[in-house]
């Protein structure tokens, strides 16, 4: 039986094992986004923290994902469920692409068109939601769209601590010397990160300023 | 402008759709069982998926060689499964992480108890036999210095070498309590091997002295000989299916199939199973259901 | 010219530094109702900042600055500056919003009815000079003098009193900064906004202004209608007038025909 007529004979849980792999690179997405974003529109409005925020999450990227995973293992509450582990860690690997280009995308806006609107009496959240933030919103994206296909892949490791996911696919398949139970892993878990990379740069050009 | 808002926010409300639809792991007419990833475990599994497919409506989704006890934990405490077989010993040191010492009817009860009351989880019955460690030693070596116990092989062992398995060397009720309650010295280190080599290892006198299992379906086909453990070191691991509650909940059907299997496979009857998958390499499948049948749980 | 009851803005012994720089120091000047008051000086004069302290984009070290008798230090900055129109050289209009929502921001904030603001849109179209269908148009399909002409009409959107323009046409090609500095001219007989008007262009300062404010390093020089600026004898503005030669005559005359 081939790898295709393997993955269709056991669709039920390879669906199964996707949506959990999209509950985990989901909620840490979303979570990067809700602390990210405005970390990024802070150090943005306020050049003097960019240097220790960007540094953090920079320092946070640099750590191998198992040794994360493992070093959050005894810590209380967290360690007790491996996908809320799991999520924390995704959650800190996203931050980085996030915050960043948040930083740059409202860096980049014109400062004619940021001066013109302070200089019109637009208020300071007024000049962030109906300016800025539409102007930065494709690079904002640029970055979730990194941050999506990095989970995506680190997700796939989160199954050697237990939460699940496309992952537990490829480590069954190793575990039993079958490469057609790898690959029912490793394809649905490629094409989610190309479908995912796909359809957010699809949105990011429409977003595009002209 | 404003169609370009409706595509972000219909984009919006997809994503959010799909997250929540992958939030709650729910299988309303399926059974979810997992196993560990060696022979013993799936075979356990098989055997619980086929009785509950014989005997009730439900059909049953395998999620087998799942890679070890803390993966096992949280797939059924997060509802990914809904049993799996487990090892009262287990359960009582590595999850419940207390020491574990009585008789096995104490350690079951001890395991229930605290299950049920920390983790909405619970124990079937039994299934009759205890797999629990075993110091194998070749069985020509065993007839030739007449040795049946580990008192009397500490004797011989400064001159032997070991092997033992990752896990067993670094669990707290492994090696190290044992070699302090025997005081057993080797020749060198005990090697850290693949838990599937150490029988031939032992065959070919690469080791002397391997930590097995009380049911390796090699012990009997490779002439190998299972020391006494006489000062009773080992705690007891009776084999017994952990399953959710609100899984028995919904579908009592499996709590009284899983009672028909109570006690019916014996140390040999598992011994023969593992050897026909481990050494025979017969298909795990086949060898459950002529199982069942021999035992007249299924037609 | 009117007669001159309270300035409607009024540096009082303004100074402003930064970064160790003093930008200006000692300023004071008042500005008429009505009047095109030129603010004229090469870079770093502190001509800009001067511009930037009226809207308060910029706050002064020391000294206040007036509008309309009332120091724009105290009360609500929001509201100092949606009642001032502000012109940036850039124009700084909005890319991702068409014309006709770039006009229209401030009056939509201010909460004027959707139709109210379609009309005073088109009209303000009208008045500087662009057709009725550009409003639908985004700023980069536009030139640059469609686009200095759009920003004019939305610092006009809201109706206000005070024109800052901080040297809008510096950007344009001679031809369209010619045409532009017209337009400027005539509606200011129709409108009569009291406009600080930045540049470095002595021929545009005598053009457009009803006096003009000479700076150098941070200090008011002198103050002289365009006709006494050209015969001045302050040294500084005479240096100006032998560094822009011929034509200025010409100019001070008001050009328009």
């Known amino acids: 039986m081939n790898v295709f007529r393997f993955i269709w004979h056991n669709h039920v849980q390879v669906l199964e094992l996707t949506l959990e792999h999209l509950r985990l690179v989901g909620l840490s997405t979303l979570l990067a986004m809700v602390i990210g974003i405005p970390l990024g529109i802070v150090i943005a409005h306020r050049p003097r923290f960019n240097k220790p925020v960007l540094a953090s999450a920079n320092i946070i990227q640099t750590i191998p994902s198992l040794a994360l995973f493992g070093f959050l293992l005894p810590v209380p509450w967290l360690g007790e469920r491996s996908d809320r582990l799991a999520i924390l860690a995704l959650t800190l690997y996203a931050l980085l692409p996030i915050i960043r280009n948040t930083y740059t995308g409202i860096r980049g806006v014109d400062p004619a068109v940021v001066e013109a609107g302070r200089g019109m009496g637009l208020t300071e959240s007024q000049l962030l939601f109906q300016v800025e933030l539409p102007l930065a919103v494709s690079v904002i994206l640029s970055g979730v769209r990194v941050a999506i296909v990095i989970s995506v892949g680190l997700a796939t490791i989160a199954a050697a601590i237990g939460a699940g996911g496309l992952g537990e696919f490829i480590f069954r398949g190793l575990a039993m010397v079958d490469d057609r139970v790898i690959l029912a892993g490793a394809i649905p878990a490629a094409i989610l990160a190309l479908v995912a990379d796909f359809g957010v740069g699809w949105l990011e050009r429409r977003l595009q300023p002209r | 402008m404003t169609r370009l808002r409706s595509i972000v926010r219909v984009s919006a409300l997809a994503a959010l759709a799909l997250l929540l639809a992958s939030c709650a792991p729910s299988h309303p007419n399926r059974i979810v069982v997992g196993s560990k990833n060696f022979t013993e475990s799936f075979l356990l599994g098989e055997i619980v998926a086929q009785q509950i497919e014989a005997h009730t409506n439900l059909k049953v989704e395998r999620r087998f060689y799942l890679a070890g006890t803390y993966i096992c934990q949280q797939a059924i405490l997060s509802g990914r499964i809904d049993l799996y077989p487990e090892y009262t010993g287990t359960s009582l040191t590595a999850i419940l992480k207390q020491t574990a010492s009585g008789a096995k009817e104490d350690v079951y009860q001890r395991v229930k108890g605290e299950y049920e009351s920390r983790f909405g989880l619970t124990l079937g019955p039994a299934f009759g036999f205890n797999d629990t460690f075993a110091m194998e030693i070749r069985g020509e070596d065993a007839r030739r210095l007449n040795i049946k116990t580990l008192s009397q092989a500490t004797a011989f062992t400064p001159k032997w070498r070991a092997g033992f398995g990752y896990e067993f060397m670094e669990r707290p009720d492994g090696y190290r309590g044992l070699a302090a309650t025997y005081g057993l010295h080797f020749a060198e280190t005990p090697r850290i091997m693949d838990l599937g080599l150490l029988a031939r290892a032992l065959k070919d006198h690469q080791i002397d002295l391997a930590a097995g299992n009380t049911t390796d379906g090699l012990i009997p086909a490779l002439d190998l000989f299972v020391l006494e453990d006489d000062r009773h070191y080992f705690p007891p691991y009776e084999a017994v299916p952990i399953m959710r509650v609100q899984t028995i909940q919904q579908h009592p059907e499996v709590a009284q199939t899983l009672a028909a299997l109570s006690g019916k496979i014996s140390d040999e009857e598992m011994r023969s199973l593992n050897y026909a998958v481990d050494g025979q390499h017969r298909d795990a499948t086949e060898v459950v259901h002529e199982f069942l049948r021999r035992k007249g749980l299924v037609q | ?257």
Not at chain 3, 43 to 54: A, I, M, P, Q, Y
Not at chain 3, 69 to 91: C, P, T
Not at chain 3, 106 to 116: C, H, L, M, T, Y
Not at chain 3, 239 to 254: D, P, Q, T, W
Request: overall charge positive; some cysteine.
């Open chain 3, 1 to 257: 010219m009117h007669a001159a009851s309270i300035p409607v803005i009024e540096f009082r012994d303004v100074s402003y530094n930064v970064a160790g720089t003093q930008v200006l120091s000692g300023f004071n000047l008042q500005v008429q109702s009505g009047e095109t008051l030129v603010l004229l000086g090469r870079s770093g004069s502190g001509k800009t900042t001067s511009l930037k302290l009226v809207n308060r984009l910029l706050s002064p070290t020391s000294g206040e600055i007036c509008v309309k008798g009332v120091s724009n230090g105290q009360g609500d900055v929001i509201r100092l500056r949606r009642s001032i129109g502000y012109v940036i050289q850039d124009v700084g209009l909005f890319p991702h919003f068409t014309v006709a929502r770039n006009i229209g921001l401030v009056p939509k904030i201010e909460g004027w009815s959707a139709d109210r603001v379609r009309a005073r849109t088109e009209e303000l179209l009208q008045t500087v000079g662009l057709s009725a269908e550009i409003a639908s148009r985004y700023p980069h399909q536009l030139s640059g003098g469609q686009r200095q002409r759009v920003g004019v009409a939305r610092a006009l959107a809201a109706n206000p009193e005070i024109l800052l323009m901080d040297e809008p046409f510096g950007a344009l090609d001679p031809l369209t900064r010619d045409e532009l500095q017209r337009e400027f001219l005539l509606l200011q007989q129709r409108l009569h906004k009291t406009v600080v008007f930045v540049t470095h262009d002595l021929r545009e300062a005598v053009r457009l202004g009803s006096r003009i404010a000479l700076m150098e390093a941070g200090r008011l020089v002198t103050v002289l209608a365009p006709k006494e600026f050209l015969r001045s004898a302050d040294p500084l503005a005479s240096a100006y007038v032998r560094a822009f030669g011929e034509g200025l005559e010409s100019a001070a005359n008001r050009g328009t025909a």
